[in-house]
């Protein structure tokens, strides 16, 4: 079954530093998303990304926050200046939109902010 | 504000019963609701999803009733496996709160454990 590839599975930053954390989503998908999890809560909405732009963000999604599809394959997510309660594991996911359809997840990247 | 719960945080049953997962959830506006299996160290992978048109789903050993009067849901898996332990998340889309179909809200899951 196709796969959603996110990378690095581990980033460790020190506070203020900027992160950017990669995704490559299925290939004929359409519809883009990141999720995070922090320890021991839900996982939660970030952004929704589409036709290279955002659909829809969550209240999260404050302007440290920005997502780039630079090419025709990644899909990445900046954070400009991490803190300390940034530190989530944080999925990406794919779709073709479809209203009702799954989510395809991938396995995530652990970032811990020091 | 959780709109989806999960309020039993784990769960251990016997391999070969049945496993009962139970959500509850508070928005009348959404339109579906999915099943998410996670492992250590993987992301969510779906499970079964079912529309609010529907009362049941079934898809193999999985099989998800709606009770949109009491704003239930379930998941039943039977007849449970070791390799089923996992954490279960339940999660809903569409709604009053503009979310769209990939803005999903989760519950916190059920951890479950099938004893051999």
């Known amino acids: 079954e196709p796969e959603v590839t996110q990378t690095p599975s581990h980033q460790v930053t020190q506070m203020g530093q900027e992160v950017i954390l990669r995704c490559v989503p299925i290939?004929?998908?359409?519809?883009f998303y990141w999720y995070r999890q922090i320890l021991g809560q839900k996982v939660e909405f970030l952004v929704s990304f589409y036709n290279n732009e955002i659909s829809e963000k969550s209240e999260i999604f404050d302007d440290q926050f920005s997502v780039e599809r630079p090419d025709g394959s990644n899909f990445t997510l900046k954070i400009r200046s991490t803190k300390l309660e940034d530190s989530a594991m944080y999925f990406c996911?794919?779709?073709?939109?479809?209203?009702?359809?799954?989510?395809?997840f991938g396995s995530g990247t652990q970032l811990s902010v020091l | 504000d959780q709109q989806v719960k999960q309020n039993s945080p784990s769960l251990s049953v016997q391999e070969g019963r049945i496993s009962i997962l139970n959500c509850d959830y508070t928005n009348s506006m959404f339109d579906y609701f999915l099943w998410y299996k996670k492992y250590p160290a993987e992301g969510p992978t779906f499970l079964i999803s079912i529309s609010s048109i529907k009362d049941k789903n079934e898809d193999g050993r999985f099989t998800v009733f709606l009770n949109k009067s009491a704003k239930h849901l379930s998941l039943h898996i039977v007849p449970s496996q070791p390799g089923d332990s996992a954490v279960y998340f339940c999660a809903a889309s569409g709604g009053d709160y503009g979310g769209s179909q990939g803005n999903l809200i989760f519950g916190k899951g059920t951890k479950l454990s099938v004893k051999p």
């Open positions: 996911a794919s779709s073709t939109g479809t209203a009702g359809e799954k989510l395809f």
């Open positions: 290939s004929n998908h359409l519809y």
